[in-house]
């Protein structure tokens, strides 16, 4: 036994000895590779047994951020994504097809199309598109991003869950319906390596506050190359939501008093299109003269008579139609979302709620 594993250890020296490398030939590593992205990808190359080209172009991806795309012997092509800081150094690839001058592969359930030419020396990356979604084409016509906030103990899958359902129905009872509507979700894992946003519950009506939400957001639409025109600082806690009337973050927990109540989006994402509070005149009024020239762009509703204790105005503009959604328009009479969350409300009522939002 022992002889054999002598004998081994000569066969592997003798291998070593003759592997031909990179340096062993007279090449420097900065030669080795022509479009070399990272020191770690020339070290790798000069380490192989023979010089190798990896033909290696970075690009941002909207959706992925810096993401590498690299031509194999082969004629095949892989997609490096994943960590935008040293993308080539993360383990994440898939394979593309090459179809003419596109590559086609999939990431994380998207369908992704990359124009590429080649070069002399490689390959330059055109554009990239998706049939499926205009955040990767850039022709959204609006786009909602969620932050992750508070603690949403790493289940990416409800947060994006019910992060859609939100989405879902302030697009379905807005001008949005007619148009391209992009959504981001923002990863837990990013948010945890970038953001200061664990712990906003307590604090959700402070104004530095909200600026930590709207720094993460600004952040991850650096990151990834697309940019957002509303932001919702998702958490996964019950109480209230708040909102200022000039900024593009909301704050909105899931619902109040451990119920799910998924229009308390729209109702936030409303104050930022300068709709006021239908539940309260006190609170109306108050905001209606917040602003030096805005003012409330809905009417308090008539049949509360300035009333203190108001559902909110109706009839709705128009109602959620979608699949159904617990604890959204329950009831024989359909309520604004700017109205007290409790499940009636339904949409943006017709005195200048439903067209401020489009
Ligand atoms: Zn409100």
């Given at each position: 036994m022992k002889k054999l594993i002598f004998a081994l250890i000569i066969v592997l020296l003798a291998l070593n000895v003759y592997a031909q490398r990179c340096q062993d030939v007279g090449v420097k590593c900065s030669e080795?590779?022509?479009?070399?992205?990272?020191s770690d990808n020339s070290k790798i190359c000069c380490e192989e047994k023979s010089c190798v080209d990896r033909l290696q172009t970075t690009a941002i991806v909207p959706l992925l951020g810096n993401v590498t795309f690299e031509k194999l012997d082969d004629e095949k092509y892989v997609v490096w994504y994943g960590d935008s800081k040293n993308v080539f150094g993360k383990t994440k690839f898939v394979y593309a097809e090459k179809l003419g001058n596109k590559l086609s592969y999939t990431i994380n359930n998207q369908d992704y199309e990359t124009e590429i030419s080649d070069t002399s020396c490689g390959f330059n990356v055109l554009k990239t598109t998706s049939k499926k979604n205009c955040i990767v084409d850039r022709s959204c016509d609006f786009t909602l991003m969620f932050v992750p906030v508070?603690?949403?103990?790493?289940d990416q899958a409800l947060f994006e869950n019910l992060a859609k359902q939100r989405a879902d129905f302030f697009q379905d009872i807005s001008?949005?319906?007619?148009k391209n509507f992009g959504i981001i979700y923002v990863p837990i894992d990013y948010v945890k390596k970038?953001?200061?946003?664990?712990?906003?519950r307590n604090d959700h009506t402070g104004f530095l506050t909200h600026l930590k939400m709207k720094n993460c957001a600004d952040s991850y639409s650096d990151a990834i190359g697309a940019d957002y025109d509303r932001a919702v600082g998702f958490s996964d806690t019950f109480g209230q939501g708040y909102a200022f009337f000039i900024n593009k973050i909301v704050f909105v927990p899931r619902g109040f008093d451990n119920i799910d109540f998924p229009s308390v989006a729209s109702h936030e994402l409303g104050h930022t299109y300068w709709l006021c509070d239908e539940y309260s005149y006190k609170e109306y009024s108050r905001e209606n003269t917040e602003g030096i020239v805005l003012k409330c762009k809905n009417k308090f509703?008539?049949?509360?008579?300035?009333?203190?204790?108001c559902d909110g105005n109706?009839?709705?503009?128009?109602?959620?139609?979608?699949t159904y959604l617990k604890n959204?328009?329950?009831?024989d009479v359909k309520y604004s979302?700017?109205?007290?969350?409790?499940?009636y409300e339904c949409g943006y009522d017709k005195t200048g709620g439903y067209n401020a939002i489009q």
């Amino acid at each position: 036994m022992k002889k054999l594993i002598f004998a081994l250890i000569i066969v592997l020296l003798a291998l070593n000895v003759y592997a031909q490398r990179c340096q062993d030939v007279g090449v420097k590593c900065s030669e080795c590779c022509k479009n070399p992205v990272s020191s770690d990808n020339s070290k790798i190359c000069c380490e192989e047994k023979s010089c190798v080209d990896r033909l290696q172009t970075t690009a941002i991806v909207p959706l992925l951020g810096n993401v590498t795309f690299e031509k194999l012997d082969d004629e095949k092509y892989v997609v490096w994504y994943g960590d935008s800081k040293n993308v080539f150094g993360k383990t994440k690839f898939v394979y593309a097809e090459k179809l003419g001058n596109k590559l086609s592969y999939t990431i994380n359930n998207q369908d992704y199309e990359t124009e590429i030419s080649d070069t002399s020396c490689g390959f330059n990356v055109l554009k990239t598109t998706s049939k499926k979604n205009c955040i990767v084409d850039r022709s959204c016509d609006f786009t909602l991003m969620f932050v992750p906030v508070d603690n949403w103990l790493d289940d990416q899958a409800l947060f994006e869950n019910l992060a859609k359902q939100r989405a879902d129905f302030f697009q379905d009872i807005s001008l949005f319906k007619e148009k391209n509507f992009g959504i981001i979700y923002v990863p837990i894992d990013y948010v945890k390596k970038n953001c200061d946003v664990a712990n906003i519950r307590n604090d959700h009506t402070g104004f530095l506050t909200h600026l930590k939400m709207k720094n993460c957001a600004d952040s991850y639409s650096d990151a990834i190359g697309a940019d957002y025109d509303r932001a919702v600082g998702f958490s996964d806690t019950f109480g209230q939501g708040y909102a200022f009337f000039i900024n593009k973050i909301v704050f909105v927990p899931r619902g109040f008093d451990n119920i799910d109540f998924p229009s308390v989006a729209s109702h936030e994402l409303g104050h930022t299109y300068w709709l006021c509070d239908e539940y309260s005149y006190k609170e109306y009024s108050r905001e209606n003269t917040e602003g030096i020239v805005l003012k409330c762009k809905n009417k308090f509703p008539d049949y509360c008579k300035e009333s203190n204790d108001c559902d909110g105005n109706t009839p709705v503009y128009r109602e959620y139609s979608q699949t159904y959604l617990k604890n959204v328009c329950e009831g024989d009479v359909k309520y604004s979302v700017m109205g007290p969350t409790g499940g009636y409300e339904c949409g943006y009522d017709k005195t200048g709620g439903y067209n401020a939002i489009q």
